[in-house]
C-alpha cells in the first residue's frame, strides 16, 4: 500500500492536478487520466464519477479530509475554490473547520491511520467515523470501526462522545453487529490553537481496542448457548454477516431441494414396490 | 399494570415499609409483597438462605426514587440508619451520578405510563421499555436520554453527530427494538432540588430506517437481516420434515423389498 500511495504522490505531482472545490461540504472533484485514475481506485481514494464521453479524463469525487490528505500530508495537488482562485493550506484549514466543527480531530485521526498504510474510509454506514481496511476494500472486510474522542479544552463541547457506559456498549455492540473491532482514537493537546493546521503537529493519538470479554467463551473451545449475550456473540464469531447468512440459506435451500427430492423419488419407489407387490 | 402497581403501592404503605441504602440504589425488606414486586418489575430478588418469610429487593436509583418520591409509599433510611428526606436523597442521587435529574425524568415518564422501565445497559442504551412483564414479552424500545438547555451542562453532548445516531439505531436493530430518543428540556430550572422535576418537557420520538423495497412490496424480499432470519427458520423447519419423510419412506421401501424377495 505504501508503494501504490509513493506511486500516486509521484503521478499527481508530476501531472500537477488540481482538485476543484464543490458544494457545501467541503467535497471535492478531481480530474485525472486514466492511470491515475487506477492508481486512485487502488489507494482508494475518493469516489469514482461515471461519465459517459471523454475517455482519458476520468473525474473522482474526494472527501474533506482526502482532500487535505493529499494537499498537505502528501503535497501532490492543489486546490481551486469554485471560482478557480487558488487555495492555501491555511485558507482550506479554515473552509474545512468551518463546515465542520469536529475536522482538526477527524482529520489527525484520518492521517494517522493513513501514514501507518491503513485504508480509511468513512464509516458512517456502520456507525462510526472511520472503518479501517487492512488491504483495499474489494479484497478484504475493513477490521475495525474508528470512534474518535477528542480530549482537552481546546475541543469544547465536543468532548463529550463515549463518556457513558451506555454510549460505549451501544458503539460495542453495533460494531459487532457488523463483525468489526472498536478502536477508539483519543485526540488529545496540550493547549493547542486550533484555528490554524500547525496545531496537526501538537495532537497526540491514543488508539485503543475495546472488545467484550466473555467467560465462557474464552474458556470452553465449544459453543455453550445457553445464555443471551453468548448466543448473541457465539453468532459474531461464526461469520454471522450478511453475506454469510446467505451462504447459510443457500446450503439449506439445496438442502431443502436435495430432501424434497428424496422424498418424491422414494413414493414412486415405494408405489411401484406396491405396485409389484399386488400383483 | 396500573393496578398491579396501585396494589404495590397501598401494601408498601401499610406495610410502612423502609428501604436501606447501600451502594448505588438501596435494598427493601418485604415480607408477603415479594410477589407484586416481581409483577410489578421492581428492583432485583436477591437470593438468600434461611429466612422464609423476610425478602430482600435490590432497587436501583431511579426506582427507589419512584417510589419514594411519586408512589410515596417507602420510607428511607442511610447506612448509619438516618432517615433521609427527599431533599437529602435528591442531593444524594445527583451527586453520585450526574446525570440523574434527566433519567429519573425519563423513568418517572414512562412509568407512569404504565410501561416497565429497566436498564438498558447490555443493550447500549439508558432504558428498555417494556409493554408487559418482562417475562411475558421482549421489550420494544430502547430509550435513549438526551438532555436539552444549558442547565445541564455538558451532558447534551450526546447523539449530536451523525454516525452516533446511526450507531445506536444499529445497536437497538440488532436486538431487535425501536429506538426511542426521549428529549428532556428545560427553560431554566434549577437541577439541585427535586421540584425542578415538574418544569422538565420530555419529548417522545422514535428513529426508525426506512427501507425503499421493503415498504413498497409486499412480499418478503430477503435482503435484510430480520427478514432473512425468518426465511431461516422455515426453511429449517422444511428440512426437518424433508429428512423425516426421506428416512421413512426408505424404510417403507426396504420393508417391502424384503417382502418382495420372498
Request: some cysteine; proline content about 3%; overall charge negative.
Amino acid at each position: 500500500m505504501s508503494r501504490i500511495i509513493a506511486d500516486l504522490q509521484a503521478s499527481l505531482r508530476d501531472s500537477e492536478a488540481v482538485a476543484m472545490l464543490s458544494g457545501d461540504g467541503g467535497d471535492a472533484i478531481l480530474a485525472v487520466q486514466h492511470d491515475q485514475a487506477v492508481l486512485l481506485n487502488r489507494a482508494a481514494f475518493g469516489r469514482h464519477i461515471e461519465n459517459a464521453g471523454e475517455e482519458n479524463r476520468q473525474w473522482f469525487q474526494l472527501g474533506p479530509e482526502e482532500v487535505f490528505f493529499l494537499c498537505h500530508a502528501l503535497k501532490c495537488i492543489t486546490v481551486q475554490s469554485e471560482n478557480k482562485k487558488q487555495m492555501g493550506e491555511a485558507e482550506l484549514w479554515d473552509l474545512f473547520t468551518s463546515t465542520s466543527e469536529p475536522f482538526p480531530e477527524m482529520y489527525e485521526a484520518y492521517q494517522h491511520l493513513r501514514l501507518k498504510n491503513w485504508v480509511v474510509k468513512s464509516g458512517l454506514q456502520y456507525g462510526a467515523d472511520f472503518v479501517a481496511y487492512r488491504h483495499h476494500p474489494a479484497l478484504v472486510h475493513s477490521e475495525f470501526a474508528v470512534i474518535v474522542v477528542p480530549e482537552g479544552k481546546a475541543f469544547g463541547g465536543r468532548c463529550g462522545r463515549l463518556q457513558v457506559w451506555s454510549d460505549l456498549l451501544c458503539a460495542l455492540r453495533a460494531s459487532g453487529s457488523v463483525a468489526k473491532t472498536l478502536l477508539v482514537l483519543t485526540i488529545s493537546t496540550k493547549g493547542c490553537d486550533l484555528t490554524s493546521s500547525d496545531c496537526l503537529c501538537q495532537l497526540i493519538v491514543h488508539e485503543r481496542t475495546i472488545t467484550r470479554w466473555i467467560p465462557q467463551q474464552c474458556r470452553e473451545l465449544r459453543d455453550n448457548p445457553s445464555r443471551e449475550e453468548a448466543n448473541w456473540d457465539v453468532q459474531i464469531q461464526k461469520p454471522c454477516r450478511e453475506e454469510a447468512s446467505r451462504e447459510e440459506q443457500e446450503d439449506t435451500g439445496e438442502g431443502i431441494v436435495f430432501s424434497y427430492w428424496g422424498v418424491i423419488l422414494s413414493f414412486t419407489i415405494i408405489s411401484a414396490l406396491a405396485y409389484k407387490l399386488k400383483f
